[in-house]
């Protein structure tokens, strides 16, 4: 009964649709009807009840709903969403079902426990971003990898300057900065076999709204509806993922333009030591490639990468 109500407001989204039209269309009382409306709303719908208007979905959706989303079919990434209103992290979500024989898209409007690069934890407060991961099919070699990084901040930086108007800079690997603030993060998880990827899952961290802590994109002015913004993020990362196969050129072209690593003095930790030198560019892998004393330049395939006075 639930969902035949969200699909006739969904049909009628952005106008009212009266009390007395729902319960005629399900043959119950328009009592019941509140009921199941205040059930969805618990949810994490967004509706408006009027008095003598009735029943809408807001036109300005803040946070994101468990459905109503249009997902675009595309070659490397599933279509199905896994929505929960509270999870661990969305990462745990997506191998889960995995493990299950499914591939998805997991969403959530919380994470208690949501996690970042190095094992740093990503704070993702209830309808504060956009918290997801992504399953892609493991066609890939491992030795894309640094390339599938790029590919995933090109993805979100691209995305908003196309949509929405706002200019972002990406730090090397795969952070996304606005207003010299840090807005999104992407984190990479994957297993092998041999020398091919079994399992390849993206998790992504959009913050919308100002957490007090990073920066967010609120502080650009514009409306981003967040049910349309897990759509675009889907469709671009296809476009990027392809790219890495098609037209990798086009990849590093976008991220060498619109980054605020090369230039600057770095120092980078990982699991070989540390690197420190001014950053001067990125190979065709996606390799960071560093000068260090002397004129000596080393290339760096992952690591903790710190940006000395930026």
């Known amino acids: 009964m639930q969902s035949q109500i969200i699909d006739l407001l969904f049909e009628n989204q952005g106008k009212f649709i009266s009390g007395r039209q729902l319960a005629d269309r399900l043959n119950i009382s328009t009592v019941a009807v509140w009921k199941r409306i205040r059930n969805l709303i618990e949810k994490g719908y967004e509706i408006e009840a009027l008095q003598k208007k009735g029943y809408r979905l807001t036109n300005r959706p803040t946070c994101l709903w468990p459905s109503g989303y249009k997902i675009p079919k595309t070659k490397w990434l599933p279509n199905d969403i896994v929505f929960n209103t509270s999870v661990s992290s969305t990462m745990d979500i997506a191998k889960r079902e995995y493990k299950n024989g499914k591939s998805v898209i997991a969403l959530a409007r919380e994470q208690t426990s949501g996690r970042g690069r190095h094992k740093r934890s990503w704070l993702s407060a209830t309808d504060a971003g956009i918290y997801m991961t992504v399953t892609?099919?493991?066609?890939?070699?491992?030795?894309?990898?640094?390339?599938?990084?790029?590919?995933?901040?090109?993805?979100?930086?691209?995305?908003?300057?196309?949509?929405?108007?706002?200019?972002?800079?990406?730090?090397?690997?795969?952070?996304?900065?606005?207003?010299?603030?840090?807005?999104?993060?992407?984190?990479?998880?994957?297993?092998?076999?041999?020398?091919?990827?079994?399992?390849?899952?993206?998790?992504?961290?959009?913050?919308?709204?100002?957490?007090?802590?990073?920066?967010?994109?609120?502080?650009?002015?514009?409306?981003?509806?967040?049910?349309?913004?897990?759509?675009?993020?889907?469709?671009?990362?296809?476009?990027?993922?392809?790219?890495?196969?098609?037209?990798?050129?086009?990849?590093?072209?976008?991220?060498?333009?619109?980054?605020?690593?090369?230039?600057?003095?770095?120092?980078?930790?990982?699991?070989?030591?540390?690197?420190?030198?001014?950053?001067?560019?990125?190979?065709?892998?996606?390799?960071?490639?560093?000068?260090?004393?002397?004129?000596?330049?080393?290339?760096?395939?992952?690591?903790?990468?710190?940006?000395?006075?930026?």
């Open 136 to 310: 892609v099919k493991p066609d890939f070699s491992m030795s894309v990898l640094p390339l599938i990084n790029l590919a995933s901040s090109v993805a979100i930086s691209k995305l908003l300057d196309k949509q929405y108007g706002i200019h972002t800079k990406i730090k090397w690997p795969n952070d996304i900065f606005f207003n010299g603030k840090k807005i999104s993060g992407i984190l990479i998880e994957t297993e092998t076999e041999g020398n091919e990827l079994a399992y390849l899952a993206i998790g992504i961290g959009i913050d919308l709204y100002d957490n007090g802590i990073y920066g967010s994109l609120s502080e650009a002015g514009s409306y981003i509806n967040p049910i349309k913004f897990v759509s675009f993020i889907v469709q671009e990362l296809d476009i990027q993922l392809e790219n890495i196969i098609m037209n990798p050129e086009c990849l590093l072209s976008y991220w060498r333009l619109n980054n605020n690593t090369i230039g600057n003095k770095v120092i980078i930790s990982g699991s070989g030591g540390i690197v420190s030198g001014i950053a001067r560019d990125i190979d065709s892998s996606g390799y960071l490639i560093v000068e260090e004393n002397r004129g000596r330049l080393s290339k760096v395939i992952s690591g903790d990468l710190v940006l000395e006075g930026v």
